[in-house]
C-alpha cells in the first residue's frame, strides 16, 4: 500500500517523501483504511458470528503511530445486541470489541495501539450477542479503523 501525502504550512503546500518528515512537523494524520462490509439485513434473531469482512494487513508504519482505534456504526437494527469485533486472524484473538444496540448504535474503541501488530492480518466480525424477536435484522454496518500519527 501507498499513500502520497501532502500538507499545508504557511500558505504552501509540500509533498512528504518520508513518514520521519511529517512527524518533524507534529502534524496530526488519520489514516483510515477500507476494512470491508457486512451484507445489509443480516438476521439477529439468532446468536453467533453471522459474517466476516476480508481480512486486512496491519502495515509497518503502525511502529510508527501515536493511536488507533476501532469505530463502528450499526443503523436500522430493529433488535437484539451486536458485537462489532476486530478479530486478529493471526493470532486468532479478538482484539477489540464495540457493542451496538438500537439505542447504541456508533462508537469508537478506547487506544488499541498497543494490541495491533505489524504484518499480522485482521477483519471484522458482526456477531450477535444477544438475539431480537423473530424477524429481527441489521442494517448499514460502517468500519473504521483510525491510525493516528
Do not use: W
Not at 7 to 16: D, Q
Not at 62 to 69: V, W
Amino acid at each position: 500500500m501507498s499513500f502520497l501525502l501532502t500538507y499545508t504550512k504557511e500558505g504552501r503546500t509540500k509533498e512528504l517523501t518520508q513518514l520521519k518528515e511529517l512527524l518533524q512537523e507534529d502534524i496530526l494524520l488519520e489514516i483510515s483504511p477500507f476494512l470491508g462490509y457486512f451484507p445489509k439485513g443480516l438476521a439477529t434473531d439468532s446468536t453467533g458470528v453471522k459474517a466476516e469482512t476480508g481480512n486486512y494487513v496491519i502495515p509497518s508504519f503502525i511502529a510508527n503511530c501515536r493511536e488507533a482505534y476501532f469505530e463502528a456504526s450499526l443503523l436500522q437494527l430493529t433488535g437484539g445486541t451486536v458485537a462489532i469485533e476486530l478479530y486478529d486472524a493471526t493470532s486468532g484473538a479478538v482484539i477489540a470489541s464495540i457493542t451496538l444496540s438500537a439505542t447504541s448504535y456508533r462508537s469508537r474503541t478506547s487506544n488499541i495501539i498497543g494490541s495491533l501488530i505489524a504484518g499480522h492480518e485482521v477483519r471484522a466480525r458482526f456477531n450477535v450477542t444477544t438475539a431480537g424477536a423473530a424477524g429481527s435484522v441489521g442494517g448499514d454496518c460502517d468500519l473504521r479503523l483510525i491510525f493516528k500519527f
